[in-house]
């Protein structure tokens, strides 16, 4: 990845941080996960707001590093409005960016995660792949306990 690019990506995770979408707990949700990451202590409770089978809304609160809070930004834009299974193959393909190891993906799913690859290069620090994940965690967590998870899962 160039210098250019990755400064890019910084400034885009730096400013999700500082002015995140979704951020502050909306009433009621559908399914409440809270999830922390032991290692560093960010902490995050997310809600999901469903309309039958679509994410009609994500909403969270939480504290924690740079990269935890943009990730859960970046995360609740990209999963707002879509169905289910789709918010559900969105979480697989950044699971499989932050396990890249900072080699990023195929061009085309790439393109799917939006602002979401400006993390491709917080998967070259194992460290902090978690704190990228927390949100994704809360998330999947969340979608179980409302009964709408991907049930092939449970095979």
């Known amino acids: 990845m160039s210098q250019a690019m990755e400064q890019l990506y910084q400034q885009l995770i730096l400013d999700h941080a500082k002015h995140p979408h979704g ?4 009433e ?20 999901v707001h469903l309309d039958g089978d679509t994410l009609g809304k994500v909403s969270w609160d939480g504290q924690g590093c740079s990269i935890s809070q943009a990730s859960l930004s970046v995360m609740s834009g990209l999963v707002e409005g879509q169905p289910v299974a789709r918010a559900e193959e969105l979480g697989e393909t950044f699971r499989a960016l932050m396990h890249s190891r900072g080699a990023g993906l195929d061009e085309d799913l790439e393109d799917e995660l939006g602002d979401a690859t400006a993390f491709t290069g ?12 927390l949100g994704w965690a809360a998330l999947r967590d969340a979608l179980a306990q409302a009964g709408v998870a991907n049930k092939e899962e449970d095979r």
């Open 28 to 47: 009621p949700g559908t399914a409440e996960s809270h999830q922390v990451n032991p290692t560093c202590g960010d902490e995050v409770t997310l809600r």
């Open 23 to 26: 951020k502050g707990l909306a």
């Open 122 to 133: 917080v998967a070259q620090f194992p460290a902090r792949v978690k704190c990228a994940l």
